[in-house]
């Protein structure tokens, strides 16, 4: 079974500083999707950004990028220029294809709670 | 484009009772996944469906759990009857695609407590 570990149950970081977000995940599949999902206290989780496993470019989305290292099953997010609505709880994801075709559900990590100081 | 809509937002009850939650996905998307989130944990896979159909329910605890999505749309989540451990976060979410990648689009959730 897929198995996504988070490390740090939380993070803290000044406004405006950069702050890495760790993640490992266990898989024998050669074929995935890495997710990192932001969950602010209303619950709902947001996307903030994906990299498929067979891309080498690391994916970036405005001030936030990723560190996909598949040999060492490491995707870590960096958050650049820390802004006060980064807070939240963050999710490292996981997500296969399924026997029978089409993506399995996601498998999240335990979560990171990323603290912004003022 | 209206979100993933789910109902209520919140729920108390006692344990052995039995308890229903709602959920709309956004307008023409075929996958619907239910997860349940543990205070301090991450949300787990409980069932997904494809339209109208279960592709994944192995982590559904079947005893006490049951799920349905008539007409390929809505979906309801039931418990009977609810235990302790079932107080949690009861995420709904659905997705344009069925391909790797095709992201997933949460609701607010409902918190279940079980007394």
């Known amino acids: 079974a897929q198995t996504v570990t988070q490390s740090q149950p939380e993070m803290s970081v000044q406004e405006a500083e950069t702050v890495t977000l760790s993640c490992t995940y266990d898989?024998?599949?050669?074929?995935?999707?890495l997710f990192w999902y932001k969950q602010p206290p209303s619950r709902q989780m947001i996307l903030v950004i994906r990299?498929?496993?067979?891309?080498?470019q690391n994916a970036t989305e405005n001030r936030f990028s990723v560190n996909f290292q598949k040999a060492a099953k490491s995707f870590s997010l960096k958050i650049s220029d820390s802004q006060l609505g980064d807070a939240a709880m963050y999710f490292c994801?996981?997500?296969?294809?399924?026997?029978?075709?089409?993506?399995?559900?996601?498998?999240f990590g335990k979560g990171t709670h990323l603290i912004i100081q003022p | 484009e209206a979100g993933v809509a789910q109902s209520p937002r919140y729920k108390i009850i006692e344990k052995r009772q039995s308890v229903a939650f709602w959920c709309n996905p956004i307008?023409?998307?075929?996958?619907l996944y239910w997860y349940q989130q543990i205070l301090g944990q991450g949300p787990k896979l409980l069932i997904q469906?494809?339209?109208?159909?279960?592709v994944d329910d192995s982590q559904l605890p079947k005893d006490r759990f049951s799920a349905e999505r008539l007409k390929g749309v809505d979906s309801t989540l039931k418990i009977q009857p609810a235990k302790l451990e079932d107080s949690a976060v009861y995420l709904c979410?659905?997705?344009?695609?069925w391909g790797l990648g095709s992201p997933l689009h949460f609701g607010n959730g409902t918190r279940l407590t079980v007394t």
């Open positions: 979410a659905s997705s344009p695609g």
């Open positions: 307008s023409g998307h075929a996958t």
């Open positions: 469906f494809q339209n109208n159909g279960v």
């Open positions: 898989t024998s599949e050669s074929d995935y999707y």
């Open positions: 990299q498929e496993a067979y891309k080498q």
């Open positions: 994801a996981y997500t296969t294809l399924l026997s029978g075709g089409g993506a399995d559900g996601l498998t």
